[in-house]
Nanobody, 116 residues
Framework: QVQLVESGGGLVQAGGSLRLSCTASGGSFRTSRMGWFRQAPGKEREFVASFGWDGSVYADSVKGRFTISRDNAKNTVYLQMNSLKPEDMAVYLC???????????WGQGTQVIVSS
């Protein structure tokens, strides 16, 4: 059973930056596809970015501003978020997938608040 713990959320002004971290335990981190999703109040959960066997993939809304990376030695995946906008405000969740089509494990999420 993979456990995911996110950290790094907080309050930031529009235009600022944050780096989220997600540390995995209890599974094969190196063979898992890792991703970030977000969910704002009253909205559905949406894909943000992933890092898998084919490299990194980003949602159009964050391309050029967010960067996903992973450190296999630390079992950690990061999401560097620059030029943050009020519409980026959400709970950000880390996910791990063992196949190309599924996200099998989820973290509890970390809150990102962007003030305008």
């Amino acid at each position: 059973q993979v456990q995911l713990v996110e950290s790094g959320g907080g309050l930031v002004q529009a235009g600022g930056s944050l780096r989220l971290s997600c540390t995995a335990s209890g599974g094969s981190f190196r063979t898992s596809r890792m991703g970030w999703f977000r969910q704002a109040p009253g909205k559905e959960r949406e894909f943000v970015a992933s890092f898998g066997w084919d490299g990194s993939v980003y949602a159009d809304s964050v391309k050029g501003r967010f960067t996903i990376s992973r450190d296999n030695a630390k079992n950690t995946v990061y999401l560097q978020m620059n030029s943050l906008k009020p519409e980026d405000m959400a709970v950000y969740l880390c996910a791990a997938g063992t196949t190309r089509r599924t996200w099998d494990y989820w973290g509890q999420g970390t809150q990102v608040i962007v003030s305008s």
